[in-house]
DNA sequence: TGCTCATTGTGATTCAAATCATATCCAACA
DNA sequence: TGTTGGATATGATTTGAATCACAATGAGCA
């Protein structure tokens, strides 16, 4: 287990069609691998886009420091129910069919951080229909682009039925 | 907090759009909407299919267990380390594209235990897709049909790459 | 028994995202 | 300075899943 104390690490796990999918992407303060602690045969692999620092946690301590320290093993609880939260929330994003939907919701939930290409990987669309679907937005007036590669959304419209 | 004793429980949500998305599946000893021990606003719609009993926990005593109780709050990491994994799995399966290779990991995992019409929204596609490909896949050989609605994996026929 | 209704199943068509191709911009770097 | 490579961007084409339409099956039930 591992917790990251500065940039950012990604887990990722590749198809068999060869295709890179991010797990989870934990920043500065964020544990990465809590699974570990109770399977020994999970793999994922992880990559740092930035340089970043990250302390490596002994399983064996982390779960005795479980037992001794409740407000400890209740810290966990509370980042494994973000967690699942998270998941739940990228789940429902994901099920959105319409490609412009998907990165208006994608972006309403600022996940639009990086390049738009690391953007189209994790709406789980091709990075062509996340530019196309952007600039049509911008033409629209619903997004705007204050600066290249940087896009944010006008206002939340409420739901147009 | 909920606590599934017999039965299933479903987690639903629906999008903008309409369509309803199964978050979570809990079976007999799962515990459900274990985020909601920490965040007030977080609305699910829970749907028991078949007849159940679920025993709601207060949130406050689960709070004041996880305290005293360490092997309690144990349990409880270990849930959600549980449910955190099975989301990671359901993402990597959600992207791969092909409709025909999603089906057959949604196969590998034990995902078809309902109706079919079941399945094919777990798998986030439509149910016709779905009853072409199986029966694709049981022309080809891969998939055998004991008996009307039930699929299973001849064998798990390694990475044809 | 006949009726209703959900599930199963298949065919035809549409449509939108993937893919392929190509070009520009820009930052890092030698 | 020129060069490389990645991100940005857009056009043309293809593909495959969604959608629409329609049957057949089978279980529950009056």
Same mark, same amino acid.
């Given at each position: /287990?591992?917790?990251? &104390? =500065?940039?950012?690490?990604?887990?990722?796990?590749?198809? &068999? *069609? #060869?295709?890179? @999918?991010? /797990?989870?992407?934990?920043?500065? #303060?964020?544990?990465?691998?809590?699974?570990?602690?109770?399977?020994?045969?999970?793999? %994922?692999?992880?990559?740092?886009?930035?340089?970043?620092?990250?302390?490596?946690?002994?399983?064996?301590?982390? !779960?005795?420091? /479980?037992?001794?320290?409740?407000?400890?093993?209740?810290?966990?609880? =509370?980042?494994?129910? *973000?967690?699942? =939260?998270?998941?739940?929330?990228?789940?429902?994003?994901?099920?959105?069919?319409?490609? =412009?939907?998907? @990165?208006?919701?994608?972006? *309403?939930?600022?996940? /639009?951080?990086?390049?738009?290409?690391?953007?189209?990987?994790?709406? #789980? !669309?091709?990075? &062509? @229909? @996340?530019?196309?679907?952007?600039?049509?937005?911008?033409?629209?007036?619903?997004?705007?682009?204050?600066?290249?590669?940087?896009? %944010? !959304?006008?206002?939340?419209?409420? *739901?147009?039925?």
């Amino acid at each position: /287990m591992f917790f990251i &104390e =500065q940039g950012e690490v990604r887990l990722v796990r590749h198809t &068999e *069609a #060869g295709q890179l @999918v991010t /797990m989870f992407r934990a920043g500065p #303060g964020d544990t990465l691998a809590e699974p570990s602690l109770f399977s020994d045969h999970y793999h %994922c692999d992880a990559i740092a886009d930035r340089d970043s620092t990250v302390r490596v946690l002994d399983k064996a301590i982390v !779960l005795g420091a /479980m037992t001794e320290d409740t407000a400890f093993a209740i810290g966990l609880v =509370q980042r494994l129910s *973000a967690q699942v =939260q998270s998941y739940r929330r990228k789940q429902e994003l994901l099920a959105i069919r319409s490609a =412009q939907d998907r @990165v208006l919701a994608g972006l *309403a939930d600022g996940w /639009m951080t990086g390049t738009v290409v690391a953007f189209a990987s994790d709406l #789980g !669309l091709s990075h &062509e @229909v @996340v530019f196309r679907v952007l600039s049509d937005l911008v033409r629209d007036g619903q997004v705007e682009r204050p600066a290249r590669g940087v896009y %944010c !959304l006008k206002r939340t419209d409420q *739901a147009a039925s």
